[in-house]
């Protein structure tokens, strides 16, 4: 079973689910199914970034840590889609899990979350929908022996909580929106394309 990021225009939504292709499925890059109509204009999919066996041999010595994050810790941001990133000082070999931190909301809450990790494997992505006027915390490699984030020399990161509210305002509803909320992901999209969310369905990278 292959696991699959599910992208609705109709509904904007995301959500992640167990998917099985098919002949007469939706068109499908590499393990990400797309289970939309026939396009998707709003997001350009590009194929998961497999997890890597770490090299205990060579490599950076130390943790990794964490050098950039959005939303950034203590910052407030709109509520709806939101799209969490988190941006290391190496290449990672895989990627982790996001875990609670009691007593705060977590904004991804399950046991399933789906993670985008960058060409450079230094950048990962995840998606998460989160409610107005809330407080909200998560940490990253609290417990170095599980779900931790680990670097390509097979070293967990360091541990990171991360913390951030959201306004009453108007929630963002599409990936576009999400997507240009964060500065950095917003500048990497316009050195490749224009992103202009006014104008309906717009083209987005991660």
Known sequence: ??????????????????TKP?????????????????????LT??????CLEPDRMGGHLERPRIVST????????RPGLLVIRVTFNQAMACDGLLTA???????????????LLSYDRKTVRTVCLVSP????????????????FVSLAGLPSEA????????TGPAITSVCEAMAADE?????????RPLDCSSGPTTAGG
């Open 1 to 18: 079973m292959a696991a699959a990021l599910c992208l609705t225009w109709g509904q904007r939504a995301i959500a992640a689910a167990p």
């Open 22 to 42: 098919g002949a007469g499925d939706a068109p499908s890059v590499s393990e990400l199914i797309v289970t939309a109509s026939r396009t998707v204009s709003e």
């Open 45 to 50: 999919v590009s194929a998961k970034m497999k």
């Open 70 to 77: 959005f939303p950034a810790k203590g910052s407030v941001v």
């Open 101 to 115: 931190a009691p007593p705060l909301e977590n904004p991804c809450p399950g046991a399933v979350q789906e993670m």
């Open 133 to 148: 006027g809330v407080e909200y915390g998560v940490w990253f490699s609290q417990d170095p022996t599980q779900k931790s």
């Open 160 to 167: 990171y909580r991360l913390n951030f509210s959201t306004s």
């Open 184 to 192: 950095d992901t917003a500048r990497q999209i316009r050195q490749r």
